[in-house]
Structures are given as structure tokens and as C-alpha cells.
């Protein structure tokens, strides 16, 4: 499909009545609780309902940072599913919890299978986002973003003005504005932060159960104690989801939800490869994150997702076939690597100034290891867990990173994270240096403010221009 | 190179204090001016650049070409072009020196510092975080709690006798720090070369990042400031070179020189 124009009328983008027909043909969605979801339906709710109910996502706003908002031009038809899932989140996730499905909030590094071989729904922070601020009706730009701000403000206040702003989830959790019934991150190197967070939810009224699983720092999966230890902790876990509502599982579940996301994981791998290998950058570069992204979080359905992935590469192998190019992408643009956590770049901006993001490191690491799908499920699951690179140290993952951007053909990294993330903060000179002295790219260091202000776009792309400039 | 003889070039940059422009011509500035920001960008860079015509007896129709550059680059729409200030800086510095290949750039509200080669592209650059330490900020607030202009601060701050140290981290703390030294009865001056020194040291943190090279051009208005570019040379242990003329301009005469790098490449 090469690129199609959205229509435009009273300040809002929408998909275009010549889009329907190719649309409807792609079929629906099948959903983790048996329902199926048509083309028909998606569509409607897509042009009609969520406009009408999430304004935010379809009004043009130059500013704005998130990368789910809707772009000018439609390059592939799985987005609008992709999309169809995130905006649908806040209404099925009601739907499964007055089934009785619990909602587990999971951060950092993890992989999610044991949350959902126990029949709950794992969310992130930014689910757990997306759940608040969809929960709302006809929310503008502006509300969201100072809904966003006001929140993130009450969680600091409470904890600490240099707490990570990912302690805006977490307050939304404690005020009840997303119905979490149990906090149960893994406790990452990755995400240090993560346990005086998760000790914040300790003095909340609302008594929401937590259960920490505890990681070894740098531990190796070729040493038995720490896969024992983390096996260990994965059983807590799911006996904890049990105790919450959800349901024991046997052998086959596992296996079956093991095989499903191990599938999700080769189908996220097969599209970045392809993409990488295109002659011409086939996308602009939110689809890319946005491959990796459902990959890792689910978007609370893992069978969907696992569609859309394979519809996914379908499209894309398509597009590469027949050299089509992202439309407002330079015919050279300067290829960056983005590592770092929990920021994602204003992509459409970055190729507007010559650039364009052609890989992340942020998740990927998790959607390289596959979990084995015979024997001990929660021994495989720890063994899995501690092959990640960013649980590897900083060293190994600097050169980790090094390996990546080089297949993906980067000629400088952009490093950024939020200010508040000790781990970004204090790991990023040593990765950069690794990366210049192994690979030779330049890179970027930014430590961004809060989340979704429009403000901080302009810190930000000043110094990421100037870097393209450097570059080209 | 005949077809742009005698054609004008406008750079043009907005930054959050000034907006500063110049106007070149066969390579040679036939005019400039600075005027502070108002609250529209948009018009601070056109009212800066009309200044500069003004002077020279110019209109607006005389200019082939204009380069907007600094933060107000986004509200530039007269503009033909937008270029970031780390590439005009750097076209600016090697223009007035060509064996420049490092630049210090402090600003009303940042500091960048930058590594060129010798053509004045740039090869490594970092840009101060979001905070006022090692800015003209800083220097603004000092010169509040003094009581004094920003022109003493510099010329005062090299008569000291016995520099005190001040923190370096963050302007809000500095601040608190001046006033219980002065109330300790510390000498003005003493005080004053410390606050040169700790904003020199913020810099020198920057450079230790991106590497320092002879020569090292000072731009930007905290440049004029004499205690500052002592400080600078000092702490770096780099022999500073700060421009005869106005170093608040660099960055617009980088985007005049570029403008005109433009009109030729677009006009064959």
C-alpha cells in the first residue's frame, strides 16, 4: 500500500473513505476472551466513535509528544488496528474485570507471560495512562496534557521532586483512576527506581496487594542461583495473580501462552529486520516503535496483538518489495539509533529536520530472547529474563547497543531519558563512550522534563536538529 | 561566484533575551543590530532586522535571502531557511577566526559548547540542561544581589584578592550562598571571582565531554564580560579568543554566511 493522505476538516485528521475498502478486506480482530471484532466495527469506532470521545489522539497539534497520535498520512492498515486496541483498552479491560479478570500492573524489563497464563491483564505505565485519560470523554490536547502534568505533580509531591515521572502511573493507581488490583513489577536494575516507587503505593489508603518480584543484579543465566531465585520469585507471582482472581494454570496454558508470545516476539523480529533492510525507510518511525512496543506490553490482549504483528509483516515485506518509501522521509535522511528508556522521540519531527529513527534499544532486548517452551515454564521464564541486555551490566550493554546500531545502520545514537531515572542518568556517558569507540557514531545525551509537555519538544528537537545538522 | 555580487544576506538570530541580526553583503556586514525578544518571536526577528536595514538605508526587498536560527526560529516565517544556532555559531566563529576549533557560546539562557574542524563544521557539541547555571542568567541574578550593573561585574571580579569558592550546581543555591557571604563581611570582589570561576568550571564539565581544542572562541553577550573570559581561560587551560566585534552577532553572522551559502546552491 503506498502512502494515503488523511482527510482533514475542522482541525482534525481522520481516515479517508478511499482507505474503507482495502481496510474492511484485512478482516477483523479475534480477542483473548474468544469475541471477534470486524473490520466493519473497527472502522466505525475508528471514524466515527473515537473522534467523537478521544479528540486528543486525532487533533493536528504541532507540539505534541505522544507517539500513538494519529499521522498525516496512513502507510499501512495494522496501525489503525494497533490503534482500534489502544483506544478500546480503557472499555474492555471494564468488560474483563466485571468478568472478574484482575488488572496487575507490571513495570520495567519484565516479559508478561506469567500475568497472563494466569488469566489477569498486565498493564504498564503507559497503559495504565492510557486507561485514565481514555476514561474521560472529549478531551483535548491541552486538557490531556495538564491532566498528565497535574498527576504526575501529585505523585512527586507526595514521594520526592526528583522522583522518575514515572510516578505519574502510580499516583493514577493509588487514586483509584485506573483500577489496578495488584502491584507486581520485577524489581530491574533496569528500573532502580522502581522499589521506593512501588514503596509509595505502601502508605496509600487504597490497600492495593503488592507482590515484588525480587532480580539479582548482575546475575548471569548461566549461573544456577540466580535462574532458581527468579524461578522462585515468578511462582510467588502467579500464585499472587491466583490469590487476586485469576486462575492456576496448567501445563498446557503455559505452553500455549508461552508459544503465543514467542510468536508475537519472532513476528516483532522479522518486521525490524525487514524494515532494516529496506533500501528505502519504508515508515515513518512510530511504526517501528510501535511494533516493538505491542510486542512487549500486550496492549491487554496478547492474541490480537499477535494478529496485527503478523498482518504487520505482510504489509511491510510489501512495501519493501516495491521500494516505497515513508513519505516524508528524506530520500538520505541521517539514520539514528535511540537508546534509553520511557521517552519516545517526536518521530515526525525528527524526519521533518532531515533525520529519522531507525532503531531503539528499549524493549528490543526482550524481543531477541525467546522463552523455551518445554520443561520447567518458570525456570525458562528466569533464564529468559536474565539474557536481557539491559540486565546485563552496563558494560555488555553498551556494547550490546553498539552491535544493534550498527545492523540497523546508524550514523549517531540520540541517549535520552527522564529526569528522575537515576540508572539512564548514570549509564549513558559510559554506553556512549562504548558505542563512539566501537562503532564510531557520535551520540546525543537528553534529559528530559516531565512527560507530554509540549515545551520540552523544544529543548529537545533544538539539540536533535543541531545533531542532524552535524551529522548530514 | 558573480551572479550573488553585490546581493544582500540577512541572518537573523531570536534568542529568548535578544534578537540579533546582520546583514551581509559580498561578504562583508553592512549592518547589524540587537533589540531584546518581546514576547512575540515573530516580530522581534522581523523588528531586529528591519533595525538593521534601517541603518543602512535598506528595505526588506533588498535582502535575497534570510536564515532564521536560535529558539525563535520556529515563529520565523519570512524566513527562507531554519538552521539550529549550533551550526550558525560555528559558521560565525570560523568566519572571524578561521583557526577556531572549539566555541563557547553563553547566552542570556544557554550555553553550548561546540568542536569544529576547520571548515567551522561541527563535530561534537553539548548544550547546558534546562537550568541557569553557567548562563547570562546567572551572571543577572548575581548582579541583582550586588546591586550592580552587568558591566562591572567582570572589570570588579579581577581585582579580587582572595577568590571565594561558590557552588557551581545550581543558581538558586548560589544565590543563597552570596548572601551569607556577604553577610560574613566577604569582599565584593572576592565573592565576584568566585561566581566567574564556579560558571567556569560548569564549563569546563562540558568540555571535558566533548573535548577542547586551540583555539577556543568565546561568543555570546557573557563574551564582553572581561572576569568571565580570565575565569574561562583559566580554568579550561585554553588561550581564549573573544571577537573585536560584537560576540552576541556570531550566530546571526553564521546564519547571514549561510543564507548566502544557500542562495548560491539553490540559484546555481
Not at chain 2, 579580587?160 to 569582599?187: H, N, Q, W, Y
Request: with cysteine; net charge neutral.
Amino acid at each position: 500500500m503506498s502512502s494515503i493522505k488523511m482527510s482533514f476538516k475542522d482541525g482534525m485528521l481522520n481516515y479517508p473513505e478511499e482507505l474503507k475498502e482495502a481496510f474492511l478486506e484485512s478482516g477483523g480482530l479475534k480477542l483473548m476472551d474468544g469475541t471477534y471484532v470486524s473490520a466493519e466495527e473497527i472502522w466505525d469506532f475508528m471514524t466515527k466513535e473515537a473522534p467523537r470521545r478521544f479528540p486528543f489522539l486525532y487533533t493536528v497539534v504541532p507540539h505534541a509528544v505522544f507517539f500513538y497520535r494519529i499521522y498525516h498520512y496512513v502507510e499501512f492498515l495494522w496501525p489503525i488496528k494497533y490503534r482500534y486496541l489502544l483506544l478500546s483498552l480503557h472499555d474492555r479491560i471494564v468488560k474483563a474485570r466485571a468478568k472478574g479478570t484482575p488488572l496487575v500492573f507490571a513495570q520495567g524489563g519484565q516479559t508478561l507471560e506469567p500475568y497472563y497464563v494466569a488469566k489477569a491483564i498486565a498493564i504498564r505505565p503507559f497503559l495504565v495512562q492510557l486507561f485514565a485519560n481514555c476514561s474521560v470523554d472529549g478531551l483535548s490536547f491541552k486538557d490531556l496534557s495538564l491532566r498528565e502534568l497535574r498527576n504526575i505533580e501529585e505523585g512527586k509531591r507526595e514521594l520526592s521532586p526528583d522522583v522518575c515521572n514515572i510516578i505519574g502511573a502510580h499516583n493514577l493507581i493509588k487514586r483509584g483512576a485506573t483500577p489496578v488490583d495488584l502491584v507486581a513489577p520485577y524489581a530491574l536494575v533496569r528500573c532502580s527506581d522502581m522499589c521506593y516507587v512501588v514503596e509509595s503505593h505502601r502508605s496509600s489508603a487504597r490497600n492495593t496487594p503488592i507482590f515484588l518480584v525480587d532480580f539479582p543484579t548482575n546475575a548471569r543465566p548461566d549461573q544456577e542461583w540466580p535462574v532458581e531465585y527468579v524461578a522462585k520469585s515468578i511462582r510467588g507471582l502467579v500464585k499472587k495473580v491466583v490469590e487476586v482472581g485469576g486462575k492456576a494454570p496448567s501445563d498446557e496454558d503455559w505452553k500455549a501462552t508461552i508459544r503465543l508470545f514467542n510468536r508475537g516476539r519472532q513476528a516483532a523480529r522479522n518486521f525490524v529486520w525487514t524494515w532494516w533492510g529496506a533500501r528505502r525507510i519504508p515508515t515513518y518511525g512510530d511504526d517501528l516503535l510501535g511494533i516493538t512496543r505491542m510486542a512487549n506490553d500486550m496492549t491487554a490482549d496478547p492474541v490480537a496483538v499477535v494478529q496485527i504483528l503478523e498482518e504487520a509483516n505482510k504489509e511491510l515485506k510489501e512495501r519493501v518489495d516495491k521500494n516505497i518509501k515513508g513519505i516524508e522521509i528524506a530520500e538520505k535522511p541521517v539514520r539514528l539509533f535511540a537508546c534509553g528508556t520511557c521517552f519516545y522521540p517526536p518521530t515526525e519531527r525528527i524526519e521533518k529536520a532531515g533525520g529519522a529513527i531507525v532503531g531503539y534499544d528499549d524493549w528490543w532486548g526482550r524481543i531477541l530472547v525467546d522463552v523455551e517452551e518445554e520443561g520447567d515454564p518458570y525456570v525458562n521464564l528466569a533464564k529468559a529474563s536474565l539474557r536481557f541486555s539491559y540486565e546485563q551490566s552496563t558494560e555488555e550493554r553498551a556494547h550490546w547497543t553498539a552491535g544493534q546500531a550498527k545492523k540497523c545502520g546508524a550514523r549517531g545514537m540520540i541517549n535520552q531519558y527522564n529526569w528522575g531515572c537515576s540508572l539512564q542518568a548514570a549509564s549513558a556517558r559510559m554506553v556512549n563512550e562504548i558505542v563512539k569507540k566501537e562503532i564510531g557514531i557520535p551520540s546525543l545525551d537528553l534529559e528530559m522534563e516531565s512527560l507530554g509537555r509540549p515545551e520540552l519538544l523544544e529543548q529537545y528537537i533544538n539539540r536533535v536538529e543541531s545533531f542532524i545538522e552535524m551529522l548530514s | 561566484m558573480s551572479n550573488i555580487e553585490g546581493l544582500f544576506f540577512a541572518g537573523v538570530d531570536i534568542g529568548s533575551v535578544t534578537a540579533k541580526t546582520v546583514i551581509l553583503k559580498d561578504r562583508v556586514v553592512v549592518c547589524s543590530a540587537i533589540i531584546p525578544t518581546a514576547v512575540s518571536s515573530e516580530k522581534s526577528g522581523l523588528t531586529a532586522i528591519e533595525k538593521a536595514l534601517q541603518s543602512a538605508g535598506l528595505s526588506r526587498s533588498d535582502v535575497s535571502y534570510i536564515v532564521a536560527t536560535g529558539y525563535g526560529r520556529i515563529a520565523a516565517p519570512y524566513a527562507h531557511k531554519t538552521i539550529t544556532e549550533i551550526t550558525c555559531h560555528a559558521k560565525g566563529a570560523n568566519f572571524l577566526n578561521p583557526n577556531t576549533r572549539s566555541i563557547i557560546d553563553m547566552g542570556g539562557q544557554d550555553c553550548k559548547a561546540m568542536r569544529v574542524n576547520e571548515e567551522g563544521h561541527v563535530i561534537d557539541f553539548v548544550l547546558n540542561d534546562k537550568c541557569a547555571a553557567g548562563t547570562g542568567r546567572f551572571l543577572e541574578v548575581v548582579s541583582k544581589v550586588f546591586e550592580l550593573t552587568l558591566d562591572e561585574l567582570g572589570p570588579l571580579s579581577i581585582t579580587s584578592d582572595g577568590r571565594v569558592p561558590i557552588s557551581s550546581t545550581c543558581t538558586v543555591f548560589a544565590e543563597s550562598e552570596l548572601v551569607s557571604l556577604m553577610a560574613r563581611g566577604e569582599k565584593t570582589e572576592n565573592i565576584l571571582s568566585g561566581v566567574h570561576y564556579a560558571i567556569a568550571h560548569r564549563i569546563a564539565g562540558m568540555f571535558t565531554r566533548t573535548g577542547v581544542e586551540d583555539e577556543l572562541f568565546f561568543s555570546g553577550g557573557v563574551a564582553k564580560n572581561i572576569g568571565m573570559a580570565k575565569a574561562l581561560e583559566e580554568t579550561v587551560e585554553k588561550k581564549i579568543f573573544v571577537p573585536k566585534q560584537d560576540p552576541q552577532l556570531v550566530g546571526a553572522l553564521g546564519a547571514a554566511l549561510l543564507a548566502r551559502e544557500k542562495y548560491l546552491a539553490s540559484n546555481g
